[in-house]
């Protein structure tokens, strides 16, 4: 079949029958010829057509823009591929010299979980009505504790080289098992990918690099967090690799070492259920990369001693293409590579990517998670952040999601990227909160909304249940609106100082509405370098806050503290803090507890040795201690 062929072929699918013809030159050739033929190019194409799952969705798409010269338009964009890119000509190998991968504990063999392949025996698996399959606790479950050390079944290191990426934080990861190293082996095809030995450099030949090659050193494919065309190429190519076997052996564990690909092929997808505009997006990505592998791969060599219909296999390889791409889209874990210098924070790091884990992405998220994933060199960790009581389920919080971001903003991020409306506790608390804002003045601790009772606007608790009247409420709320108008005009800190007293008379002690004063609070006598002690009673406030709905183990909030505490230290007149008051004093020493607390929090992402920053901090404090008298 030659590249003709590939354009006016007739028939059930998009391509004649026929022997393929992957000699480059002769391929070279009949694109010159198809060249001359007249076509008309549709700039923008919108597939409308009915179908019922994703391949005859495929089928029908590529028949279509076979028909309208789409497929011509995309064979040329293959033909003439960017410049060959020679990454590793000029490269500094001096930044790795300082730093180590992070290596994590196995889970001990008497806890290993005999019916889940890289769990623990402290969960299990369930189907519910509701969620589907879902990861729950055995038993209870301290924090700390390991459930789930998987490694990725296919990886994508991001970027490819430093052509879309920042040379420093990407670039010497292994392109099969994501290890840094600090020497390397470099494909001598593509010249762009690196490994670690040659034992992952001739396994990823093997099975999928032969077929990427030419594509990788020409940025065929985007490495953009949004799009997953060389994700999915990668999981059909490891499916190729076990022969696209798909029945799990009966009785065996979730999991398969040999070959995942049997629960790779159930994880979750919604094809069907995607807007328009997305499914033409996924269409023309499969499309395009089915084209790629016929155009400048012998892939389907593969299928040439078989008695298997040449039309049917590349119509099949585009339906899995488009099936891989919307698993990857809902169930990839986005990679954040720690392997940072000794001496640097915990937000630092060191390389990005995507990863297909067929165990983790059994877990569900939340908002308010007690599990959280751990990247290390060459293996993904779940462990529990918070006690995990039994038969409640284990949850994430996705990476693209923020905890600490508002409700409707998590509400976006879930519905458009994952296509659900996430009913977590601490979602559904803070509708609950939206519905009923106010502190209740009769039990104290109720959350109170306002009601019309006998045409009067009266208060009514959700919790003891009882009505009372909204007078000084409504006079503190007054107040409030009153300083939040004077401090717009003039910006002075006492208006904010003002509003957070009246807001603690309005709402319940962990509203949202304390938390944003009590920020602003903080960020203004930061900025102003007056009031250290200030800045630190507003910080404190406002992690007490933000505690009462996350882990304090929670990873973003964690990165907050570090930022907090660092900032507070930095103040100018830190140094010169003495003759503090008796509240003053009790708010340095919670400081201070909580500075020990939070290099245990960070002992639980990096040892001991890793978080040397810790000592300058406590050595700061401890000289403002010696520094302090009460008045």
């Known amino acids: 079949m030659n590249t003709t062929q590939l354009i006016n072929g007739k028939g059930r699918g998009c391509i004649m029958n026929g022997q393929s013809n992957l000699d480059s030159e002769t391929e070279s050739d009949n694109l010159e010829s198809v060249k001359s033929e007249p076509y008309d190019i549709q700039t923008k194409y919108i597939f409308n057509q009915k179908f019922t799952n994703e391949c005859d969705a495929f089928i029908n798409y590529f028949q279509a823009i076979k028909n309208n010269g789409v497929m011509l338009n995309i064979m040329q964009e293959i033909e003439n591929m960017g410049d060959y890119c020679d990454l590793f000509n000029d490269v500094n190998k001096d930044f790795y010299n300082s730093s180590l991968n992070a290596y994590s504990e196995p889970i001990p063999a008497e806890e290993q979980n005999e019916s ?39 990886l994508q290191v991001k970027p490819l080289c430093t052509c879309v990426g920042d040379r420093e934080s990407s670039l010497y990861r292994c392109h099969n098992c994501g290890i840094a190293c600090k020497m390397f082996f470099t494909c001598e095809g593509c010249n762009v990918c690196i490994f670690c030995s040659r034992m992952c450099m001739l396994f990823a030949y093997e099975n999928y690099h032969r077929y990427e090659c030419y594509g990788v050193q020409r940025h065929f494919w985007s490495m953009e967090d949004t799009d997953y065309s060389y994700l999915s190429l990668r999981m059909m190519l490891y499916g190729a690799s076990k022969k696209f076997k798909t029945n ?20 979750e997808y919604n094809f069907t259920e995607l807007p328009r505009v997305k499914i033409n997006e996924i269409l023309y990505s499969s499309a395009r990369n089915l084209l790629y592998l016929i155009m400048k791969t012998n892939f389907f060599n593969l299928y040439n001693d078989k008695k298997v219909d040449r039309e049917e296999m590349y119509l099949y390889v585009g339906g899995l293409l488009v099936k891989h791409y919307c698993q990857a889209q809902i169930n990839n874990i986005i990679l954040k590579y720690p392997n940072l210098p000794a001496s640097y924070g915990i937000d630092v790091i060191s390389g990005t990517g995507k990863a297909i884990c067929p165990t983790i992405a059994l877990l569900n998220h939340s908002c308010s998670p007690n599990a959280t994933l751990m990247v290390y060199y060459d ?33 976006t991020i879930t519905e458009e990227l994952f296509f659900f409306t996430c009913k977590c506790y601490f979602c559904e608390y803070e509708r609950h909160w939206a519905e009923a804002p106010y502190k209740c003045l009769m039990c104290g601790i109720g959350k109170a909304k306002n009601v019309e009772v006998e045409n009067k606007s009266v208060g009514y608790c959700t919790r003891c249940q009882k009505y009372f009247s909204l007078s000084s409420l409504a006079d503190n709320l007054k107040v409030a609106r009153i300083c939040q108008n004077l401090y717009k005009a003039t910006y002075a800190i006492e208006h904010v100082t003002r509003l957070a007293e009246c807001y603690g008379q309005v709402f319940p002690p962990n509203s949202w509405n304390l938390l944003d004063v009590y920020k602003l609070l903080y960020e203004k006598h930061v900025l102003g370098e007056e009031k250290p002690l200030e800045a630190i009673k507003y910080g404190l406030l406002s992690f007490n806050i933000l505690e009462h709905y996350v882990s304090r183990l929670y990873l973003p909030l964690l990165i907050a503290k570090v930022k907090f505490v660092v900032g507070v230290l930095n103040m100018r007149n830190f140094p010169k803090i003495k003759n503090v008051s008796e509240p003053e004093f009790d708010t340095m020493r919670i400081f201070v507890s909580e500075i020990i607390k939070m290099k245990e929090d960070l002992e639980f992402y990096l040892p001991e040795q890793r978080i040397l920053f810790h000592q300058e901090i406590m050595i700061k404090v401890h000289e403002a201690f010696k520094a302090m008298q009460l008045n």
Not at 248 to 267: H, K, T
Not at 381 to 395: D, F, L, M, N, R
């Open 116 to 154: 889940m392949l890289y769990a623990s025996n402290l969960i299990r698996l369930i189907d519910t009505p509701e969620k589907g399959r879902c990861l729950v606790a055995n038993t209870v479950i301290p924090k700390n504790k390991v459930l789930i050390l998987e490694p990725p079944v296919v």
């Open 379 to 411: 293996s993904i960790a779940v462990k529990s952040v918070k006690t995990i009581k039994p038969g409640e389920e284990v949850t994430i919080c996705y990476s693209e999601v923020d905890a600490l971001m508002t409700l409707s903003e998590r509400q």
């Open 248 to 267: 799990p052996i009966v009785g065996q564990p979730y999991g398969n070492a040999e070959n995942n690909y049997p629960f790779i092929s159930m994880l």
